[in-house]
């Protein structure tokens, strides 16, 4: 029993480490012609190209491992199929769900280790990866690397400040919205065009200011005013310049509750926070689909198996995205919108097994 779990084990194993590599060789040398011209205007030296790339590799493996993994059970289980072996295995005593239960096995324990590796290694590699881009592509970095949308946060003071962007370049919001509340009652509101970070201070510019006493509101405008007893720095509101994956499982969670708790809308975050245990398990859940669709004897060749992993990958990351994007837009529930793939993809899994030849 040992020997033909080995067997197959080292099948399998085998097409997975070669399709990982293969995946990594295509992302690198695509992305590294395609951004040719940037290293060579920026002159970027060729050691940190290469730690660009490192950093790089753990987000690629993340991304492509449930294809490598769906790509491994269809053509290990395939090719035995193929060549009477699981016939005989199954002549022999054995049922099919025994025969393939080592593989769900590695599958489900890769899943776990993904879930590991993307809580920890890979938040660190491409926080590292964003740094040097910042540091030495500078001039090619994206908008959303200098300017932060419809920023939520609450200062010493129990003020709420919100602004419709803010500038972490020049270190300056702009329509700025600022509420101080007494229990659930505005006390005052102020509203600015800009407010700037000028020698350690917060000042606000061409604003209005309108407090709320007993039934009576003042009105003040002004050009500039300073914002007293203000401990918020520009660090503040920059933190949402990191990508989910830049962040850990705790660290994406401690940020939506302080978007909560500032009156934000969390659900296009709460999405990149289910997906990070919905894509790892992803993993186990694609095996578990493709192992028993390979089982029964076909003549097709690889071309065809590997037309099949692709048509099956695109399908399931289809789904992903578009409920991913549903659920960021308020279409979807966040949890569901992130599992929605999985739970399609594991029923369907179930049902093939069930119906394949035993």
Known sequence: MKILDTYLLRKFLGVLFFSLFAFICIFVIVDGVEKLDIYISQKTPKLIIAQLYLYYMPYIITLTLPIALLLASLFSIGNMAKQNELIAMISSGRSLYRILAPVFIVAFLISLGALWFGE???????????HLVDEYLEKQRQAWRKRVNNVYARDDQDRRISMRWFDTVQNTGHRVNIRKFKGLETQIHIYAARMSWEDSTWILYDGVERSFMEGVEIVNTFSRLELLDENLKPDEFAKVLKKPEEMS??????FIAEVERNGGDPNHWLVDLYLKIAIPFANFIIVLFGAPLSSPKRRSGTATGFGISLAIAFFYFGIVKTAQSMGQNGLLPPLFAAWSA???????????LLKAQK
């Open 342 to 352: 999985n739970v399609l993809f594991f029923l369907g899994g179930i049902w093939v």
């Open 249 to 254: 499982y705790g660290e994406l969670k401690t």
């Open 120 to 130: 920890t290694v890979v938040p660190r590699a491409s926080a590292a990866r964003a």
